[in-house]
């Protein structure tokens, strides 16, 4: 009866023990990061004189967001131009997990036909921390570097 007693006993510590490493078993949190725009650079503009340039950034959903120009439809952008882009730093779209990514597309506003990609390149949540990233965007002709950096919130 004692041995029954002692089996018993070690199966309820062990049933005991599971319970409590699953109850604690949760989910790592996200540790989240953001990306900061700062500027963009025209080395080649894709059409006539000037580009009407915008961008957008995949938010979590996949969903492409326009970050920049923050109030404007968009930028004018010509061969030579550098332009501020801290006045789209307060979007959401801009916020990723250290594990995410977000893809930037730099566009061109067309009125007569559909808007011109001026190019693409992936921002990751990884790069926090380190120096400022300037990524070559080209497409339609045009020419651009974007430069940006990814900071821990």
Known sequence: MRGIARLASAALVSLAGVAGFAGTAQAEPIDYVRIELLELTCHQQSEGDHDEAY?????????????????LKYQTMGAGYVRSMTDGNGNAALVLGKQQART??????????????????????????AEVQYRSLEGSGGVYTVAYRVIDI
């Open 55 to 71: 961008l957008k950034v995949t938010d979590a959903n996949g969903n492409a967001v326009k970050v920049w120009p923050g109030s």
């Open 104 to 129: 930037m597309t730099l566009w061109d506003d067309d009125t007569t036909s559909g808007d011109d990609k001026l190019g693409s390149t992936l921002a990751t949540g990884s790069e926090a921390g």
